[in-house]
């Protein structure tokens, strides 16, 4: 396996190559040296012998016999230093190699964890590393990342039958009082309305809470979706006009849809007598623009957090204060993103709302041409 795509493994892998390379180069060059210094030490010993030997039988040939012998030690000792250069340059390339080899070998384990993890979603939890091999510290950390998949499914399956429950246990009550409280209560008292609005009210704040959780939880499900289409049905349901026209986006139809509901009910709802609401949609991205109350441009991001209203709105209106925390929460769970910019009191005041998905392939192709 050679690391495939994962940058930091074969950065990893490159940098583990090259300090076998240096040390090879480091040590190598020392051993060279140290051969090299021996070798003319004991060449020019020999030298010395045999001019010694050359002198005791002919004593007129002792210079030339030695001057010989420096000639023949420099140019054995310049042969030796630069062949060994050169095959010191050889094997620091063969080093680097046998590195790079040993690097992929020892990082396998890691590349394939990190594939394995990758692969993994809330979906999927209950799949595991599983490391193989000697207990070491790789698998270590595979038995580790397992431990923590254990929790996290353990953790996503008390949410789901914790939504799941909720769900039954909530709506069955307030069914259950609006019907004893339209059945009990005489038609003219203002109290009957005053209670079923309370009733109504805690209906919207739990469907919010409920579609929040599930799409925090992720799509279980995608679809080829027509977001032009989603927008359209949308906005008739308000009486808005929409402009543009969206591309496909994967997801979920369901989800996108309540995405789009509550920009325009939040639109609707915090807009000012006689103002306008504005949806655009252009490939996949969909915004809103409303008049309505100034919002100061600190506030907004307050806007997108749960039970979170602006300055100057209705604290017991008809919102639950969950309408954009949806919107966020859905966007992130089809890979896209919101964001919202506050309109100046010249401009109207209001919000300019805009959510942007990612398009399908075929879509960006179409784009391209």
Same mark, same amino acid.
């Given at each position: ?23 090879? %180069? ?29 002198? %005791? ?34 094997m ?19 590349h ?42 353990? $953790? ?14 909530l ?28 009733n ?9 809470l ?10 279980e ?28 986006v ?24 006689g ?7 252009a ?11 100034v ?29 954009l925390?949806? +919107?966020?929460?859905? $966007? ?8 919202? %910019? ?8 209001g919000?300019v ?7 399908? +392939? ?8």
């Amino acid at each position: 396996m050679s690391g495939g795509p994962i940058g930091s493994g074969s950065t990893i892998r490159t940098r583990i190559a090259l300090v076998y390379g240096a040390v090879f %180069v480091v040590l190598g060059g020392c051993l060279l040296g140290v051969v090299n210094l021996l070798s003319r030490a004991g060449t020019e010993g020999e030298a010395e012998a045999i001019a010694a030997r050359v002198r %005791v039988v002919e004593p007129f040939e002792t210079v030339t016999v030695h001057r010989l012998s420096d000639d023949v030690s420099r140019a054995a000792g310049e042969q030796m230093l630069m062949w060994s250069c050169l095959a010191l340059v050889v094997m620091a390339f063969v080093a680097v190699a046998v590195g790079w080899w040993t690097a992929g070998r020892v990082l396998r384990p890691v590349h394939e964890m990190t594939a394995r993890a990758r692969r993994l979603s809330e979906r999927n939890l209950h799949e595991r590393i599983a490391a193989s091999g000697p207990h070491d510290e790789l698998k270590e950390l595979g038995d580790t990342i397992d431990a923590l998949l254990g929790r996290l499914e353990t $953790a996503f399956d008390s949410q789901r039958r914790f939504i799941a429950n909720a769900s039954h246990e909530l709506r069955t009550p307030l069914a259950t009082q609006r019907a004893a409280i339209q059945l009990g209560i005489d038609d003219s008292s203002e109290v009957k309305q005053v209670l079923l609005d309370s009733n109504r009210r805690s209906e919207r704040l739990i469907e919010g809470l409920l579609t929040l959780a599930r799409s925090e939880r992720g799509l279980e499900e995608r679809e080829d979706v027509d977001l032009g289409a989603v927008v359209a049905e949308e906005c008739e349901r308000y009486g808005v006009v929409m402009t543009g026209d969206g591309g496909g986006v994967r997801g979920n139809r369901v989800l996108l849809a309540q995405a789009v509901r509550n920009l325009l009910a939040n639109a609707v709802a915090h807009n000012v007598p006689g103002g306008t609401v504005e949806v655009t949609v252009a490939g996949g991205a969909v915004t809103v623009v409303n008049t309505g109350p100034v919002v100061a441009p600190g506030d907004v991001p307050g806007l997108f957090e749960p039970f979170r209203r602006g300055e100057g709105r209705d604290r017991m209106g008809p919102g639950a204060g969950l309408g954009l925390s949806i +919107v966020r929460s859905i $966007a992130a769970a089809h890979g896209g993103s919101v964001e919202a %910019v506050a309109r100046g009191a010249g401009d109207g005041g209001g919000l300019v709302v805009t959510v942007t998905l990612p398009v399908t +392939v075929a879509d960006q192709a179409a784009a391209r041409r």
